[in-house]
């Protein structure tokens, strides 16, 4: 009986459905203002005079707050003492105001004038609104996945954390694909930014929606006096620092979100400058990676559910990804439907290696350390997001510009950033073959099942 009654929530399916359905669409908000800024590079030039280098500028702030004041290993730490309900709604309530401020500098750019600290004043400012929009998702990406943790514990977890990844990056592709036609619609480069504001306010309620059934899920546990979790300790975070498969996670995490995540902030420049894609649809093709992974991600989650094979998935994923970005460099591979192949293949990768990443992180660390692993985790890949898009943009203003277009626009030979990518994936292909042999020693069984328990 005290099993039936201290599972009543988490071991319903309707119940533990309906939470993934709620933390998926804040994300799916968040998400949506993270890449609506990607397509507008030539745009931003062309009515703000930035440059490329002031573009990467922007995608780089992701990281200033994440990064230099270690703000995502104090928010898994903090998650792990106080909790997902408090935790989540304050990370809401950042990225509303980052999103905000961002819309600002966009929206009034006569507001602006001169530079800070050497950037243009409504770039910087655009960067700061964006530093503490990422704070705010960064922090959610590590609530809701130890929500998922714990709430799929037992059951789908590698399915429903792939769900949750595919909706996520339903926000990305909706972001990427109706960005420009939003802009030529309202002839307004703000407008689609004013609509992510309005949709992550939205989020911030359904996330409350969360609070309510995650309360009543402790009371259930409380209840049936199932033992809690050990209270988290500060002592922890050296206990999980030394574990070597975390460290490799973490790496193969950078490695690979850098190859991917700014490729999509440069991807409609891509599809404009080497495949000669109209301005209004060259977002659709970068578009496709982030919907591609909507029906694989949970399918591959789901391979891992059923059959293992986890170290295995993100070793092919990362080969994938090495292959498509180098394919993206070769010169002469410049025709329309080559690009949406490659695309495709890339949403392929992209779907392999988070499916099975992020759930086996709760087989090497225990359900009270979550937090702070995810954290320390997400802080490592924020050096990526944040130094790969800056040396992206440097790279492109500084070696790719193409001589005389003669038509007063600036137009980019994209080859070598793209083997800077195929770099990134060619050193995740190493570490996570490391990964399966340590798995392999230590018997975390990433190469397992996951074992969802029956229905009771």
């Known amino acids: 009986m005290t099993e039936i009654l201290c599972r009543k929530l988490n071991d319903s399916k309707a119940a533990r459905w309906t939470v993934l359905i709620i933390v998926a669409f804040t994300m799916f908000c968040a998400y949506y203002i993270n890449d609506v800024m990607s397509p507008l590079m030539e745009k931003l030039g062309e009515e703000f005079h930035w440059t490329s280098t002031d573009f990467g500028t922007f995608n780089s702030s992701y990281g200033w707050l994440n990064v230099f004041l270690f703000m995502l290993i104090i928010a898994g730490i903090v998650l792990d003492k106080i909790g997902a309900r408090i935790t989540g709604i304050f990370s809401c309530v950042l990225v509303v105001i980052g999103c905000g401020i961002q819309y600002?500098?966009?929206?009034?750019?006569?507001?602006?004038?001169?530079?800070?600290?050497?950037?243009?004043?409504?770039?910087?400012?655009?960067?700061?609104?964006f530093s503490i929009f990422a704070l705010g998702l960064e922090s959610i990406g590590i609530t809701v996945t130890k929500v998922i943790a714990r709430w799929f514990k037992g059951?789908?977890?590698?399915?429903?954390?792939?769900?949750?990844?595919?909706?996520?990056?339903?926000?990305?592709?909706?972001?990427?694909?109706?960005?420009?036609?939003?802009?030529?619609?309202?002839?307004?480069?703000?407008?689609?930014?004013?609509?992510?504001?309005?949709?992550?306010?939205?989020?911030?309620?359904?996330?409350?929606?969360?609070?309510?059934?995650?309360?009543?899920?402790?009371?259930?546990?409380?209840?049936s006096n199932l033992t809690p979790d050990e209270p988290f300790k500060i002592s922890d975070i050296l206990s999980v620092a030394k574990l070597k498969a975390f460290w490799l996670v973490a790496l193969l995490c950078v490695l690979f979100y850098s190859a991917v995540f700014p490729f999509l902030k440069y991807g409609t420049s891509?599809?404009?400058?080497?495949?000669?894609?109209?301005?209004?649809?060259?977002?659709?093709?970068?578009?496709?990676?982030p919907f591609g992974t909507i029906i694989l991600t949970p399918i591959f989650g789901g391979i891992y559910d059923k059959k293992g094979k986890g170290a295995t998935i993100m070793i092919i994923g990362a080969a994938l990804l090495t292959v498509v970005h180098l394919l993206f460099a070769i010169e002469f591979i410049n025709q329309v439907w080559v690009a949406i192949i490659l695309m495709v293949l890339l949403g392929i990768a992209f779907s392999l290696v988070p499916s099975a990443m992020w759930p086996s992180v709760p087989k090497i660390i225990p359900q009270n350390k979550l937090g702070t692993a995810y954290g320390l985790i997400f802080w490592v890949q924020n050096w990526g997001l944040m130094g790969v898009p800056l040396l992206i943009g440097w790279v492109l203003n500084k070696y790719c510009i193409i001589p005389d277009t003669h038509d007063n626009i600036v137009r980019y030979d994209y080859m070598l950033p793209m083997l800077i990518f195929a770099s990134f994936g060619a050193l995740a292909i190493i570490v996570s073959w490391m990964l399966k042999i340590e798995d392999k020693k230590k018997g975390y069984g990433l190469e397992k099942l996951n074992n969802p328990e029956k229905e009771l």
Do not use: W
């Not at 750019?109 to 600290?117: A, I, L």
């Open 104 to 129: 600002y500098a966009i929206a009034c750019p006569n507001d602006f004038s001169g530079e800070v600290v050497g950037i243009k004043s409504q770039v910087f400012y655009a960067c700061i609104g």
């Open 155 to 223: 059951h789908e977890i590698a399915l429903a954390m792939g769900l949750q990844t595919a909706i996520a990056r339903l926000g990305s592709a909706l972001a990427i694909g109706t960005t420009i036609p939003l802009v030529e619609y309202f002839h307004n480069l703000s407008t689609p930014v004013l609509f992510g504001l309005i949709a992550i306010c939205i989020g911030l309620l359904f996330f409350i929606v969360f609070c309510v059934m995650d309360k009543k899920l402790d009371k259930s546990m409380e209840d």
């Open 270 to 289: 891509l599809m404009m400058n080497k495949f000669g894609v109209d301005p209004e649809l060259a977002g659709t093709i970068p578009a496709l990676l």
